[in-house]
């Protein structure tokens, strides 16, 4: 509890890194044509949300080859923000299950991820 590693690799002698195996452009137009914001993001975050993603990634690769993963953010709800006082961007938490509905849906139906480019880094 409390560990803050700094340069540490998550897996021992494991790969520099790992890519979503979700359709993750698809996904985020998927839930931009249900009226909801969505981007792609070259990163997952800071340390927890890199240290997750890659434990996930590593655990699909080496014990679940058939099994697709990715990372997800969702914004604070607009009460948090409220309540801590800041300017953050915010969306209700039924807007962000039904987003992440349409996430798991195309998620499912759809194989190969959209030819556009797409993706920040943020």
């Given at each position: 509890m409390g560990a803050q590693p700094i340069d540490t690799p998550v897996v021992p002698d494991g790969p520099v890194g790992y890519f979503s195996t979700l359709p993750v452009k698809a996904c985020a137009a998927a839930i931009r044509a249900e009226?909801?914001?969505a981007s792609v993001s070259h990163t997952a975050g800071t340390y927890v949300c890199n240290h997750v993603f890659y434990g996930l990634m590593h655990l699909l690769a080496t014990g679940f080859p058939n099994v697709r993963g990715g990372f997800v953010h969702v914004p604070y709800s607009p009460e948090h923000v409220a309540a801590a006082g800041t300017d953050a961007p915010s969306l209700s938490v039924d807007r962000c299950a039904d987003a992440l509905g349409v996430l798991v849906d195309t998620a499912l139906s759809t194989t190969t991820d959209l030819?556009?480019?797409a993706g920040s880094l943020h």
């Open positions: 009226g909801v914001p030819t556009t480019p």
